[in-house]
């Protein structure tokens, strides 16, 4: 289940063979506009939960008040239910303030603002 102590807590790989992770390669197509990563490589995406129904997919903002938020959340959605035809997504936005440190490479980052 989600932990909402995200302190220094990147999302756990996922084996690319289980659906979670075939989820997860279809969302590395969805890219944050202003900074050009996909919500993977960013480390947005913090769970992807197919136990329930709708299935969840736990996403936060690079930024409490992003301007892109509503269609990062439609595009998450429509990337999942494409990978999973059949199955019905529901897409959380967590409260949680993102940091590089979420990241797959907080290397990639560096020096922008």
């Known amino acids: 289940m989600f932990n909402p ?3 220094d807590e990147r999302p756990v790989p996922q084996d690319p063979d289980t659906p979670e992770g075939h989820i997860r390669t279809a969302l590395r197509k969805v890219f944050d506009p202003e900074i050009g ?5 960013l480390g947005l995406v ?3 939960n197919l136990g329930e129904e709708p ?3 736990n996403l936060m903002m690079t930024t409490p008040f992003c301007p892109y938020a509503g ?3 439609q595009q998450v959605k429509l990337a999942s239910e494409e990978t999973m035809p059949g199955k019905t997504f529901r897409v959380n936005v967590l409260p949680d303030v993102w940091d590089p440190s979420f990241m797959e490479d907080p290397g ?6």
Request: charged share 15%; aromatic share 8%.
């Open 5 to 7: 102590n995200l302190d």
């Open 37 to 41: 990563l996909s919500v993977v490589e």
């Open 46 to 48: 913090r769970e992807i």
């Open 55 to 57: 299935a969840v997919v």
């Open 71 to 73: 269609w990062l959340v």
């Open 108 to 113: 990639i980052l560096t020096g922008w603002s």
